[in-house]
């Protein structure tokens, strides 16, 4: 998965209830903890996607917030949001 066109992940998404889902780790410091990362989720037909990611809050300077989409503006993307955390279509 690319994300912001610079930020690589790979990702084996798990189909968990009505979406798919994937926890991101990273290796720690001391290369034997893992540390998670963030976490994604998609609708079933993976038209939508719901992403939180500590190198885009790193990144942006923001606390704990998420990315979903495709949107247009801030409404379609908490309703989005919504519908993945949820699982409704």
Avoid: H, Q
Avoid at 3 to 13: F, G, N, W
Avoid at 42 to 60: A, G, P, Q, R
């Amino acid at each position: 998965m690319i994300v912001d066109e610079d930020l690589k992940y790979e990702i084996k998404l798990r189909e968990e209830d009505k979406n798919y889902f994937e926890l991101l780790t990273a290796k720690g410091k001391n290369y034997i903890e893992l540390k998670s990362i963030g976490t994604i989720m998609t609708s079933v037909e993976f038209d939508e996607i719901w992403v939180n990611l500590d190198d885009i809050n790193e990144k942006y300077n923001i606390t704990e917030r998420y990315i979903s989409g495709p949107v247009k503006n801030m409404k379609e993307a908490n309703d989005i949001a919504s519908r993945i955390v949820e699982g409704t279509p």
